[in-house]
């Protein structure tokens, strides 16, 4: 005996029809609510800032929940890749991404540039960058944005 199944047309079609419709992102995010953001969770971040493992600390500075005040001590950190998850967090404040638009490092001025919430002097200042990569990052985001302006 097969183990393969042939649906008849007719089958298809009753399974298309008794499918679930999709859900768009905002009726699935109203199912699947996120947690509230507590001290607990606060406290937990601040302590994992401080592990001597810097891909833990690239999951605090990617975290959406980090307060203002770690992403300042983040952005300071030795690791690029800590730096460059701050960099590209859209929850990291615009004082914070014009200190890491001065970056050493051009995979963190790159971050900086593709960043939504980066502030237009800040975008001007990394226009001007010494790396040809940053500057096409730049050229590239206002092409996007040029694109959505309708005519």
């Not at 999709?22 to 971040?45: D, G, V």
């Amino acid at each position: 005996m097969s183990c393969i199944r042939f649906n008849t047309p007719a089958q298809r079609e009753a399974m298309r029809r008794a499918a679930p419709a999709m859900l768009s992102a905002e009726e699935a995010a109203a199912l699947h609510p996120m947690p509230a953001i507590t001290e607990s969770k606060i406290r937990r971040l601040r302590l994992l800032a401080e592990s001597e493992n810097p891909k833990i600390r690239e999951s605090v500075a990617s975290s959406y929940n980090t307060p203002p005040d770690l992403f300042e001590t983040l952005a300071r950190d030795p690791d690029d890749g800590v730096r460059a998850c701050v960099a590209r967090n859209e929850a990291t404040p615009c004082d914070v991404l014009r200190e890491l638009a001065g970056d050493r490092s051009e995979l963190v001025r790159g971050w900086v540039a593709v960043n939504y919430f980066v502030p237009a002097d800040v975008m001007d200042v990394l226009a001007e960058d010494p790396s040809s990569t940053v500057r096409a990052l730049v050229k590239w985001k206002g092409s996007l944005a040029e694109q959505a302006t309708p005519a």
